[in-house]
């Protein structure tokens, strides 16, 4: 890692906005503090009274927060963008699943 006029560069694999999405998500779910933030996250959903809206199952909270964090790594600001994305491309939707809430 080097500084250009003070812009921090990395040399690392490319990252496309289309195929990226794939070394994104792969590298969120590795991650030590993913795993953690599911850990703390689960049980204290689990133990809410009242609307869960289905984040009570570990796949499904995985797999949501996996595409908002994925896509806002890769540029897109809201949960609407990242939906459209999802939708439109097949291979977004291969990796984080069908649809965000």
């Not at 040399?11 to 030590?32: C, E, K, N």
């Not at 993913?34 to 869960?52: K, Q, S, T, W, Y």
């Not at 809206?53 to 809201?78: D, H, N, T």
């Amino acid at each position: 890692m080097f500084e250009i006029e003070g812009m921090k560069v990395e040399f690392g694999r490319p990252v496309s906005t289309d195929g990226g999405v794939v070394f994104v998500a792969r590298r969120i779910r590795r991650s030590a503090w993913f795993r953690a933030l599911l850990a703390e996250l689960l049980p204290v959903i689990c133990a809410m009274n009242g609307d869960r809206y289905g984040f009570a199952a570990e796949p499904k909270l995985k797999r949501k927060l996996v595409a908002l964090i994925a896509g806002m790594a890769m540029g897109y600001r809201s949960g609407k963008e990242i939906a459209d994305v999802i939708g439109a491309d097949r291979l977004w939707r291969e990796m984080l699943g069908g649809r965000v809430p």
